[in-house]
């Protein structure tokens, strides 16, 4: 996204707080409306919300990171994640994070520079017959090893 982009989603998003402030609780459906505009919550919208709200960046920060559905930082076009659950645990799901990692260069949580991949640990996503189990987005990869990562990652490169 652009600055101009930038600007103009911070001026959306102050009409929408003003909008929701003076209703009890609007800080849940500031932060959902400001994740679903921006794609995460920036910190300059978070100072806005805490400017607006008249509450501090630590409590939007608190709430921020205990719900899922708010990230932080902007997400990568695909979001790929490797289940560290147990039953992919045993069948080496780390050594799939590990390879994912090195091919990308990024830990758990980053997303890499060119914007493409978001890599997440996660928990148990009920594939276990295919474990160990990585989902790109909305696709599922069961049952590989570290050495398939390259050339299911290539499928999304192109
Ligand atoms: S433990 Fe990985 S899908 Fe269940």
New binding site residues.
Partial sequence: MTDMEFKEKLDKLEHIINEHKNQQGALMPILHETQELFGYLPEEAQQKISEILGISMAEIYGVATFYSRFTLKPRGKHTIGV???????VKN?QGVIDKVKKELNIEPGDTTDDGLFTLEA????????????MTIGEDVYGKIVPEDVPDILKKYQE
């Avoid at 148990?124 to 160990?132: K, Q, T």
């Fill in positions: 289940c560290l659950g147990t039953a992919c645990y799901s996660t928990r148990c996503i009920g594939c276990c017959g295919l474990a160990p189990v």
